[in-house]
């Protein structure tokens, strides 16, 4: 698939409660797209706050027959090009799905930022046809000029069908999603590492991923987006995860950090380097390596010396530089570290490609809002803590999108990051 092309593709899978987790990716062109169909899945009730951090299970790659559709699509920004709607086409892939919808249906939006006129018109004009349109922001941009244009349209008063909340309760709403629902359509989720500001595709690149059909993880994100709005801050309430027709999805923060809850460490975790003559690829796209997650360095250090193709691209002011050295210094398991060129990487993007220890073929990638920084897991004193989403997705056509991104980023706008 070429860097501009869209693929199409439908995927069976039922839901299915399994303990391993397999894949993530990374972000940044026009569109690129998979589609998934879900297998003969049980209704699922919405999930309610867990009490603990759940282990992220894996989705199920079963061949029953669909019981209904459902399908995900990715979507690159490309700063790097000429074409500005490639360039913001990750704001604009948010905005397809808000001018789409009709009297009676409802947006949900949870957005860390919102600056962008052409983001607060549509969310306007939406309120006036008649959609119930509810947003949550993050308390650091209530009273951008966009935000208070949206507040006096939408209102405040959450009896009303509309209405312009800020998150509260201490903590740094990180997380970045969109939802549409009701008169009968499908549910349709957009979950994003960008914002929907100007910035976001001109000086960065980003990642959303659209899923259209998938009830379970809609009603998931809606319940989060209920304790986002009513500003809960505690962690065994909001560290919520479930496994549906399309991903696994967890929220953050949880109630312990550390290696022994870190959802990337645990996404490597059952991983063989070696099927035969074939080699596993592991990719990660991140804005974010801070020194507080650096034990991930001697796991992808020994993936690389156990044979595993391991590529690593970032944005180098945000990897702490420990991380840098740990994972550029000579000896086996070096990593051959990559900084982006003339932009930001704003990604946050793992994927496998390859084999399981299991010898099974698996092909996934873990996306979302979720840096490699301590506060993006759980509280971190002195620091605090964020809201964020992880999404596993085992689509073929979405994780080879992210791979060939990677793949083109690496290339075509990187540098080596040499040890000092």
Same mark, same amino acid.
């Given at each position: ?15 299915? +409660? ?9 972000? /940044? ?35 029953? =027959?669909?019981?209904?559709?459902? &399908? ?10 000429? $074409? ?17 919808? &009709? ?6 939006? /949870?957005?860390?930022? @919102? ?6 018109? =549509? ?5 006036? %046809? ?23 349209? *939408? ?18 709403? +990180? ?17 994003? !590492?960008? $914002?929907?500001? $100007? ?21 998931? @994100? ?7 709005? +009513? ?12 496994? &549906? ?5 967890? /929220? ?12 990337? @460490?645990?996404?490597? !975790? ?10 596993? &690829? ?13 034990? @991930? ?7 690389? /010396? ?13 990897? !702490? ?12 398991? %070096? ?10 990487? +704003? ?8 084999? $399981? ?15 490699? !920084? ?34 083109? *980023?690496?290339?075509?706008?990187? =540098? ?5």
């Amino acid at each position: 698939m070429g860097r501009d092309g869209t693929h199409t593709c439908r995927r069976v899978a039922h839901r299915a +409660h399994v303990t391993r987790i397999i894949g993530s990716a990374v972000a /940044a062109c026009l569109i690129l797209a998979g589609c998934s169909r879900p297998g003969d899945a049980e209704p699922v009730p919405t999930p309610a706050p867990s009490t603990t951090a759940a282990p992220t299970p894996t989705p199920s790659t079963s061949t029953t =027959a669909p019981a209904q559709a459902a &399908t995900q699509k990715v979507v690159f920004g490309d700063p790097w090009s000429r $074409n500005q709607h490639r360039v913001h086409a990750v704001v604009e892939s948010a905005l397809s799905i808000v001018n789409a919808t &009709t009297k009676g249906q409802t947006i949900l939006v /949870a957005i860390f930022s @919102l600056t962008s006129p052409e983001a607060t018109d =549509a969310f306007i004009r939406a309120h006036q %046809r008649g959609v119930h349109v509810q947003v949550v922001l993050n308390a650091v941009i209530a009273n951008k000029p966009q935000v208070r244009r949206l507040r006096a349209a *939408l209102g405040t008063r959450r009896s009303a069908r509309s209405w312009v909340v800020v998150r509260g309760g201490d903590v740094r709403m +990180h997380s970045k999603f969109l939802l549409t629902s009701g008169r009968g359509k499908p549910p349709v989720v957009w979950v994003s !590492s960008g $914002n929907f500001t $100007n910035a976001d595709g001109r000086d960065q690149a980003n990642a959303a991923l659209i899923t259209r059909g998938d009830r379970q993880l809609y009603d998931f @994100l809606a319940t989060q987006f209920d304790l986002l709005s +009513h500003s809960v801050n505690d962690p065994a309430q909001l560290g919520r995860s479930a496994t &549906t027709a399309t991903s696994v999805v967890q /929220a953050y923060p949880l109630p312990e950090g550390g290696a022994a809850n870190d959802p990337v @460490l645990r996404f490597l !975790s059952d991983v063989s380097c070696r099927h035969g003559t074939d080699q596993t &690829t592991i990719r990660l796209a991140q804005l974010l390596f801070r020194s507080e997650r650096g034990y @991930l360095v001697p796991r992808l250090r020994q993936l690389q /010396a156990d044979g595993c193709r391991v590529l690593l691209i970032g944005h180098m002011r945000g990897f !702490s530089k420990d991380v840098q050295q740990a994972l550029t210094k000579p000896g086996s398991g %070096r990593i051959d570290l990559r900084s982006t060129q003339g932009t930001i990487l +704003h990604l946050k993007v793992t994927t496998i490609d390859g084999w $399981n220890t299991a010898g099974q073929r698996i092909r996934t990638a873990l996306v979302g809002t979720h840096n490699l !920084s301590g506060r993006a897991l759980a509280d971190m004193p002195g620091q605090g803590m964020n809201d964020e989403l992880t999404q596993v997705t085992t689509n073929a056509g979405v994780v080879r999108s992210f791979d060939t991104w990677i793949d083109d *980023l690496i290339r075509d706008h990187s =540098a080596p990051v040499r040890y000092r």
